[in-house]
């Protein structure tokens, strides 16, 4: 099991029709670690989210 603290960063997401740039949340898991977890480059995975939960689940060996 891997335990890390990371924080949510500020993303320019897009134009809004009064023309104000809106701010949204980024969340970016970037190392060697998540390569180690099997979530390789270029590899699915499945994303499920519910009350300030996230769960990762790579597919790769999963048939689609």
Do not use: H
Request: aromatic fraction near 8%.
């Amino acid at each position: 099991m891997v335990s890390k603290v990371l924080r949510v960063y500020p993303s320019s997401g897009y134009t809004n029709a009064a023309g104000k740039i809106v701010t949204v949340p980024q969340i970016r898991l970037q190392g060697k670690w998540v390569e180690k977890l099997g979530f390789t480059v270029g590899s699915k995975f499945m994303l499920v989210a519910d009350n300030g939960t996230i769960i990762l689940q790579s597919l790769r060996g999963i048939s689609e």
